[in-house]
């Protein structure tokens, strides 16, 4: 596996990258994938749920987990993940990762999607965006915690609430 900089990605500050990173757009409406382990396992998966800003003091980035899903194992696991962001002629593989289990289907073979080491966890080579995130906190959402109920029922009928890992972005790569 190839590290982020032999693929032709080039660190950049946090600070840069915000310049042009539309929140909204970026995890909102284009998507990401969060992706959790290193060389010897890991797993991806596609997510349109998420923050970026400040905390503590901090660059971060906020993602969200449900218990089910595969990824969880990896992102609880580990110390740090990823999100990248990626080109729209990517639109179909960012779909089969939101919709195939890394534990029934080998993702890379499935899209396309080229591993490539990025400071001990792994991002793709078609990504143009990466955030390596140092995890400082994780915390499940409870049904408790919710003032707008109508969310429980129209987002959790299963009670399968996300679990919050909010990640120092510790290096920014980008194409």
Not at 19 to 48: R, Y
Not at 153 to 165: F, R, V
Request: aromatic share 12%; net charge negative; proline share 3%.
């Amino acid at each position: 596996m190839k590290n982020i900089l032999e693929a032709g990605f080039v660190q950049v500050s946090p600070e840069e990258a915000g310049k042009d990173f539309d929140v909204f757009k970026k995890i909102g409406t284009e998507w990401m994938l969060v992706t959790a382990g290193n060389a010897d396992g890991f797993n991806t998966m596609t997510a349109s749920w998420g923050f970026a800003g400040i905390m503590w003091g901090k660059p971060c980035a906020v993602t969200v987990i449900r218990p089910q899903r595969y990824t969880k194992e990896f992102i609880d696991r580990e110390e740090t993940f990823t999100l990248s962001f990626y080109p729209e002629e990517c639109r179909q593989a960012l779909g089969i990762c939101g919709s195939k289990s890394g534990r029934d289907t080998d993702k890379c073979a499935a899209t396309g999607l080229v591993p490539v080491e990025a400071d001990g966890s792994v991002a793709f080579e078609q990504a143009k965006l990466v955030f390596v995130c140092r995890k400082l906190y994780a915390a499940p959402l409870e049904a408790g915690g919710f003032i707008d109920t109508s969310l429980i029922q129209s987002m959790y009928s299963g009670e399968d609430y996300h679990t919050a890992y909010i990640g120092e972005i510790a290096a920014v790569y980008k194409k």
